[in-house]
Each structure stands twice: as C-alpha cells, then as structure tokens.
C-alpha cells in the first residue's frame, strides 16, 4: 500500500477495507488519496466515502466536514448530501440536516428512504419546537434563571413561574423537577413580589390535583403556611388564603376534575382537612398573626366550615369548630381596640368573626345543639363579668354585641339575662370613654327589637342625651347619636308609632348629614352617620330630605365604595328605605275597619310615602349616581356582601328600574351587568327581585346594548326562572316580554334554544307538550322552517322531523296551526343544503306514514308530487345519497297508498 501512488488506486483500496469492515484501512487509504488527488470529482467521490467512514466510527464532525468538501466540489451530490445530513442529525443540528434531506429530495424525489428521512426529521423539529415553547423547556428557564441571575430578572422568572403553574402540564413539571424546595427560597427572601410568586406557584400547583397537594402539604407543612399567613401584609395574606382554599377544593372533591392513575394513590386526606382546621382556629385568636390573617383565617372558616347545601347531612366540621374554636371567635368579637394589649384586627375582623358565628349557628340541625351553643356563649360571656375589672366587663359587653351583629336569636336570649341591660346602663355613665363607647355600642345593637327598644326608651333616652352634650369625644358623640337615631326609629315606618317629638329625628338626621359630610373625620366615625341614617330614613320626611342633599348622598356613595365593607349593609338599608322597596304588607279596607272598631292599632302611611313621592325620590338619587355606586357595590368580593345585603341592593335595582324611561340610565351605569350576579346568588327573595329587574330592562332595551358580549347569554337563565305558576303575572308577563326581546335581536340565542329543543323532542313528556292545545310550540317550530338563518331552518326541521315521526297526530296538527304549511314544507325539500332538504323529505315521509289519507292525498296531488320525482329520479350521488334514498322511499309510500301508479312501457 505504502508503493501506491495513484489517488484512484488508493480509493479502490479504501473501498476494499471498508466493505471488509476495516474501517480505520479504508480512511488510511482515503487520506493518503486526497493528498494525491488532482481531479475534482475523483476527489469529491473520495471525501464522500471518508465521510461514511467516520460515520461508522460516530465521528460525526470530521463525517460533516467531510461531506461538506464533497458537496462544495459537486452541489448535486446525493450520497454526501445524506451523509452530511446523517451526521448533522447525530450532532442535533436538526435545521441544518433538515435542509441537506430536502436538496436531496429535490434531485431524488421517488427515492423512499430519503422521503422517509425528510418526513421524520420534520416531525422531530416540529417536537423540539414544540418542546421548546412548551412548559417543560420553559420551566428549565426559569429554574435556571431564579437559580443565578440578578434580582430583577428573578422576580420576573417568579412570576412566569406562577402563570405557568396555572396549566397542569407546568405544575406537574415544577414538582417533578423538584421545584418545592426552590419555592420555599423564595419564601425565604422576605421580598414581597417573591414570596407572592411563590404562594401562587403553589396554588397552581394544588389546584385540582389531589395527589400533588398532600405532597406539597407534607414537604412545606402547615404551620409553615399558615406563618406565612399571619404577616401584616394584605396581599400576602390573601394570597395565602386563596393557597388554601385550593388545597381545600383539591382534598374535598369541590374541584372535580379527574387525574387518573394518581387518584389511587392518593391516602385518606382527613386527617390533612382537620389539621387545617385546627390551625385555622389557632390562628383565630393568637396575637401573633395581624389584623390580615387573621381576617382570612375567619374568611375561610366562613367558606368551609358550614354547609353549603341543607340537604348534606354531614355537618361535623361545624360541631367540631363550636367545641374548639367557639370561644375563640367569642375573644374575637370581644375585642376593644382602643385597650392595650389587645388582638391585632383591621377594621372588618369583628363583623367577620359575627357573620362566622351567625353561619355556624345557621348549620346546627336540633335543639340539643343549639343548646350546647348558647350554652357555650352564656358561659364565656358569664366569665368575663368581674366587679373588680372594669376591662373584663366591657369585652363581654362588647362580645354581646358582636352576637347581636351575629347570631341575634343568642344575642337577645343573653342580653334579657337579668342584669346585663341594667350593667349598660350604668356602663353609659362612666367616667372612662371607652366604657361609655362599648356600653352605646351595645345599646344601639340590642334596641332592635320593639321589646329591648322600649325599655332603653324608658331607662336610657336621657342618659344618652347627656353622653351627647356632655362628651367632647366625637366617636362618642356620634354613638350615642345614633343610639338616639335607633329608638326614634322605633316604630319603623307607622307614621302613628312616633318615639319621638315631632322634628326630632328630623334634626337627629341633620346632625348625621353633617358629620356624612365632613371628610376632615376618620371613616369609622363618618360610618356611623350612616348607621343613623339607616335608622331614620324610615321616616317619610327624613328620606325625603336626604335624597335632597346632593353632598350627603355623595359621601356615602364614596364611603360605600371604599375599602370599608363593614359599611355595605347600612348603605344598602338607607337606600331600600328612600326607595320604599323594603316588603310591604297590603292592607284590606275591612281589616281596618275591624281594628278600628275593636279599638286595635292601626298603621298610618305618612303622605310622603305615596307612589309620586317615591317616585321624585328615585330621580333625584338616579341623577346622584345611585346605579355606579351600587354596581361597585355588588362587585364588593367579601364575606361582608351577605345575601341580605345583596336581598336588599336587589330590591334597591327593581325600584329603580320601576319607570321605563330611567331603564336606559340603569344601562349606561353599568347595572345590567351587576343585577346578574344578584340574580344567580344570594336568598331566593333576593334572586327573584334581581331577575324582575334585569326583565324590565331586557323587555325595552337593545339587548346588545344592555349586556354586551356573552353577558347576553347569562341573563336568559335568570329571566327563565320568572317563568313559574309561582310568580305573580306581573313578572311573568315582563320575563316573556323580555326573552322575546332577546330571542328577536339575537340570532345565536334563538338558534341555540332551537337546537335544545331539537335535543329534548326525543323526550315523551316534550312530545306530549306539543300535543297539547292551547299553545303555539308547534307552530312556533313550523314558522322557523321558513327562516333564512340556515343554521335555525335546519334545528327547526329536525325538531319538527323528529316529533312527526314519533308522534303521528301531529302531522295533522301541523298543517292546522298555520296556513303556508304546505308552501314552508316545499321550501325545505328544494333546499339546496342537503341537511335542511334531507329533514324536509323526511317530514313529507312522516306525513305519508300519519294514517291520515286524506293528508296524504293533499300532499301527493300538490307540487310536492313533481319535486320527489325529480330528487328521486336523480343519479346516484354520494354527496346528495341521503337525500335521493327519502325522495324514492318517499315516492314508494304514495305507490303502496295507491296515490300514485308505478310507471309502466306498452308492450
């Protein structure tokens, strides 16, 4: 080999060792060639095959390099196009080989396993793109990032992070690529923006997948999350809450998507639900955790603890939660800021922790329960009295109150206890002004009833006159004012049951009006005011005067939609009573003269609560901006929007909506879209009141106006549910006028009720409906046969198609409920969408088939003879089969019926 010196000799050599299988031979050989090689193509072929030498030996590189001085002597050379593809493919330079495949493709376009090569490398890239965009690669990133780089780009990656655990491909890959424990770093920086990121990553984590979420529970831990919870930080606080609630919904099926094979490896999750729990109510009362976590902890003990559905018997969390965190929400509630040493609490905690007991009380099932929890309340409250400690004293004076704010039926038990009225009273008259602001306190929210009223009547009016006069401390001042407010407001509405003075409360609600309207005053206090007001509109010329007062219904407009959403009920109060939309009972005119003759009480209506001054009432608050603040309002996301609250903003919306000229004002606020959410939740009074209202607007409004987009949608529902024997007729009648409305501008709405119906026709008790007389659902059905929305014309022919066939009786009827039967019937069979014509013929089949004779005569010796003919006639067509099968089966039927004869050549 050493003698040889001719190139062409070297790379015959070469290719003897090579198909020998002595590779490192043959690139001896092929070597010492290109070093005597003169000729171009001859050098090309040698380059060529060294390159499948290295291929052999995986020594992808030099196998490119070489195919590619192959290529540069002959572009058109197949064998060193693959082979340099081969080895970019091996070298993942997927793009490069991709484009090597396709020039040889192009030379060699029959050539199968170059075909074959262009097809699975195409699918390859495609996968890396895919993979590339994809979670599983971008996951990597950010893990790569929030591992090294600078702190900006960190909280940026923590955010992907989080937006990426909201699929479940991207959850499932941050835990499997051990994700926990860098989740837990960022907890640890003590950054808000991380630790955010963080929380929410581990939501989406938990969210819906049962299995993963123990996980998470085991390797973070409880304590830890709920440490994280406790900090003074809202959002961070929040967060955490929504962290939890999801680990919630995912252990106790409220999130009900399935995840296969991980379900069954999934342990008991109680014992995770009770620990919670237990923590949760630890949280309630510890003065480690801030005024924020300790709202969310109420919050989801509110959300969780009590049955959502009467019907579920199981309701043990509640009975749990009474034994071993009862008292602690007692604590709560009987908090007073203004003492040392004292729970932290924002402003909302003690109404939160009354809306909690108020719903634990609610879920209890029988007396003995009920018993055990006044009994538990009685003792805490008992406990806390001590003639010695003043501050003792006025935390159970002020836990009473939260009861009354709460579970009232316990409340009013407790407050006829013998002495606590007595120990208010005398609470009044202390020298301390927090004894004198906790003892008003307790007043004003133990006066409700007629019974408690009139005894504050006869042992407290003074008493609280004198703490107004007297007291330099406004938050006083203004308690005992609407202390004062309260027992004027008495006799509710009877204009006869005056407490008062003629103009008291008239002057009590100019002094509310006036501390409304001083912004220099802290919220809490200017809150009051409309507590006070919640109280005296219920007199005709308090109401009257207050909706005259353009900057007093302005502030409470803006107080309303503050952060401060203890205020929402007494905001929500002072407008149902300006409207008079609060429930009224009617009167009979005999009645009254009974009760006049038997010497009985007899309710006066003041003159200002006639309809034309209601009505007066309701322009000048719609010209005040009523239907924005009430929109933000509804909006409120908190405990605090109860269904009462939202019973009475329901009836605030249907008052106003009364005339049909201020409907369009209601629109241009924004209150269609906000009476919806009151009309799918809340009390069954206050859903019915939300759904009359949206029908007034619907049955005058453009639809598309009033609620934009897929909003249309969500209003039929609502509107539905006013159609029952139940309601009264006025709402039916406007539930009718406003869904025709709907189905009359909007096509989508008509079509898909249409295709619905088309769905339940198979139903017996549907098909019985139609049978029916004294309605028009048939002719309703026959009638959009003829519409020119093809997607309607061909629900209504399959409707129509479906119920003649299973119910022959109606083939006859159909033809009586309108008299162009026969014209809308031809319409469809000359249809030129097979679908719409193949339900047509269908029909006509169906009618053929009725046992009717005289029907189908009429058919046959109509125009509708000349058209099967033709369909029937037709050739055969796989496009158009269905149809010309009907059309024949069709014409078969008439020949049996002897309608028509069968065509027959003289001989």
Not at 551 to 578: G, H, Q, R, W
Not at 599 to 625: A, C, N, S, T, W
Request: hydrophobic share 40%.
């Amino acid at each position: 080999m050493g003698e040889m010196a001719d190139p062409i000799q070297l790379k015959d050599e070469g290719n003897k060792h090579f198909q020998a299988g002595e590779v490192d031979k043959a690139i001896e050989c092929y070597t010492k060639a290109t070093k005597l090689c003169k000729d171009k193509k001859v050098l090309a072929v040698i380059y060529r095959n060294r390159s499948a030498c290295f291929l052999k030996k995986e020594s992808y590189t030099n196998a490119a390099s070489d195919a590619s001085k192959a290529i540069d002597m002959d572009a058109a050379d197949v064998k060193a196009l693959f082979r340099r593809c081969q080895a970019l493919e091996k070298l993942d330079k997927l793009d490069m080989a991709f484009k090597d495949v396709q020039r040889c493709s192009i030379i060699e376009p029959k050539n199968k396993t170059i075909l074959e090569t262009l097809r699975r490398l195409g699918a390859e890239i495609q996968a890396k793109v895919c993979y590339q965009l994809g979670p599983f690669s971008r996951v990597q990133n950010m893990f790569d990032i929030l591992l090294d780089e600078e702190m900006d780009k960190k909280e940026k990656a923590a955010n992907n992070l989080e937006v990426l655990a909201r699929e479940d491909a991207g959850a499932e890959r941050i835990f499997q690529n051990n994700g926990v424990p860098l989740l837990l770093d960022m907890l640890e920086t003590g950054k808000v923006e991380m630790v955010l990121a963080a929380i929410r990553t581990f939501a989406g984590m938990c969210t819906g997948h049962k299995a993963r979420t123990m996980a998470i529970i085991h390797l973070v831990g409880i304590d830890k999350l709920c440490s994280i919870m406790a900090v003074d930080n809202e959002d961070i606080a929040l967060a955490t809450s929504d962290l939890f609630q999801c680990i919630n919904d995912s252990l106790t099926g409220g999130d009900r998507r399935i995840y296969g094979k991980e379900e069954a490896l999934v342990l008991d999750a109680s014992k995770n639900l009770k620990s919670i729990l237990m923590a949760l109510l630890e949280m309630v009362a510890s003065k480690k955790v801030s005024g924020h976590g300790r709202d969310q902890a109420l919050n989801l003990l509110c959300r969780n603890v009590p049955r959502k559905d009467k019907k579920d018997h199981d309701h043990s969390k509640s009975l749990f939660t009474i034994d071993h965190g009862e008292r602690k929400i007692l604590k709560v509630c009987g908090q007073i800021p203004d003492l040392p040493d004292q729970l932290p609490m924002t402003e909302n905690t003690q109404l939160i922790a009354s809306v909690l007991l108020d719903k634990l009380w609610d879920d209890l099932r029988c007396d003995p329960e009920r018993d055990h929890y006044r009994e538990v309340c009685d003792e805490y409250i008992k406990g806390k009295f001590d003639p010695n400690d003043m501050d003792r004293n006025i935390h159970a004076i002020n836990t009473l109150s939260g009861l009354l704010q709460g579970p009232f039926e316990v409340g009013y038990q407790l407050v006829g206890r013998q002495g606590i009225m007595e120990m208010m009273v005398a609470l009044c008259g202390s020298e301390r002004e927090v004894d004198q602001m906790v003892a008003v306190e307790a007043l004003i929210h133990s006066s409700t009833k007629m019974s408690r009223a009139s005894f504050i009547i006869t042992n407290g009016v003074s008493l609280l006159k004198d703490i107004y006069k007297k007291t330099k401390n406004e938050k006083i001042k203004i308690r005992a004012l609407v202390g004062l407010c309260k027992l004027g407001s008495a006799g509710g509405d009877d204009y006869s049951m005056r407490q008062f003075a003629e103009g008291s409360t008239e002057k009590l609600a100019k002094q509310c009006r006036k501390w409304l309207c001083n912004s220099a005053m802290d919220t809490k206090t200017r809150k009051w005011a409309i507590e006070g007001l919640a109280y005296l509109t219920q007199d005709a010329d308090v109401k009257d005067d207050f909706v005259e007062v353009k900057p007093a219904m302005k502030a409470m407009f803006e107080l309303a939609t503050s952060k401060d959403k203890t205020i929402l009920y007494a905001v929500a109060c002072t407008l149902v009573n300006c409207t008079n939309s609060y429930e009224k009972k009617e009167i009979m005119p005999e009645l009254v003269q009974l009760a006049k003759f038997s010497k009985q009480h007899v309710p006066e209506q003041h003159h200002k609560d006639k309809k034309d001054f209601i009505q007066k009432r309701v322009k000048r608050m719609l010209k005040g901006g009523v239907i924005s603040a009430l929109t933000v309002m509804v909006k409120a996301d908190n405990l605090l929007l109860t269904d009462q609250t939202k019973e009475m903003l329901a009836r605030v919306f249907l008052a106003l909506a009364d005339d049909a000229k201020d409907r369009g004002t209601i629109c241009a606020h924004g209150g269609g879209k906000a009476l919806i959410p009151l009309a799918l939740e809340g009390s069954a009074i206050g859903k019915i009141r939300a759904s009359h209202a949206l029908a007034k607007i619907a049955a005058v409004s453009n639809p598309e106006i009033a609620f934009p987009g897929e909003r249309i949608y969500e209003v039929v529902r609502p509107l539905v549910s006013l159609l029952h024997p139940e309601r009264d007729g006025v709402q039916n009648y406007e539930a009718l006028l406003s869904l025709t409305n709907l189905a009359g501008l909007n096509d989508k709405l008509r079509q898909a009720a249409t295709e619905c119906m088309c769905n339940l026709v198979t139903c017996k008790e549907v098909q019985d409906r139609y049978l029916e007389d004294g309605n028009d659902r048939l002719k309703l059905l026959v009638l959009m046969c003829a519409e020119d929305d093809e997607k309607l014309q061909r629900a209504a022919a399959g409707a129509l198609a479906m119920l003649t066939a299973a119910q022959k009786k109606l083939c006859t009827k159909m033809t009586l409920v309108t008299l162009q039967w026969m014209e809308f019937l031809q319409r469809l069979i000359l249809h030129d969408q097979p679908q719409i014509q193949h339900r047509g013929l269908v029909i006509v089949y169906n009618i053929l088939n009725s046992d009717d004779n005289e029907l189908a005569k009429k058919l046959i010796e109509s125009k509708i003879l000349e058209i099967l003919t033709v369909i029937g006639k037709a050739m055969d067509n796989p496009k158009r089969q269905l149809v010309i099968d009907v059309a024949r089966t069709c014409l078969v039927k008439a020949m049996d019926l002897g309608l028509i004869k069968p065509f027959t050549t003289p001989s």
